[in-house]
Nanobody, 129 residues
Framework: QLQLVESGGGLVQPGGSLRLSCAASAFSLDYYAVVWIRQAPGKEREGVSCISNSGGSTNYADSVKGRFTISRDNAKNTVYLQMNSLKPEDTGVYYC??????????????????????WGQGTLITVAS
């Protein structure tokens, strides 16, 4: 079973940056689309950004467009989320999740919780001064 481990969370001031990593083990990520999902306190989980298994397609929630960048390094079996210009409303637990797909261009942030089968344990990001 694919195992995912997130890292890179922590406390950051508004306007600051963080880079999250999602490292896979047990299987190669080569054929998996990956999504970052966050859960803010008291809110439902939402898909933030996703990347197809080829890396050729990416999608972002409107709330993070222009501030977050997703990327992947299949040689390192890792997906990254670079987060810039962080806001207090970005606070929450960030999960990475993966879904095997035969389509090299598929990924989605919509209804992500139901569409991606393998999940990491999450990493907490707190944006506060």
């Amino acid at each position: 079973q694919l195992q995912l481990v997130e890292s890179g969370g922590g406390l950051v001031q508004p306007g600051g940056s963080l880079r999250l990593s999602c490292a896979a083990s047990a299987f190669s990520l080569d054929y998996y689309a990956v999504v970052w999902i966050r859960q803010a306190p008291g809110k439902e989980r939402e898909g933030v950004s996703c990347i197809s298994n080829s890396g050729g397609s990416t999608n972002y929630a409107d709330s993070v467009k222009g501030r977050f960048t997703i990327s992947r390094d299949n040689a390192k079996n890792t997906v990254y989320l670079q987060m810039n210009s962080l806001k207090p409303e970005d606070t929450g637990v960030y999960y990475c999740a993966a879904q095997w797909s035969p389509d090299p261009h598929w990924c989605t942030v919509a209804a992500a919780e139901a569409r991606y089968a393998s999940w990491g344990q999450g990493t907490l990001i707190t944006v506060a001064s």
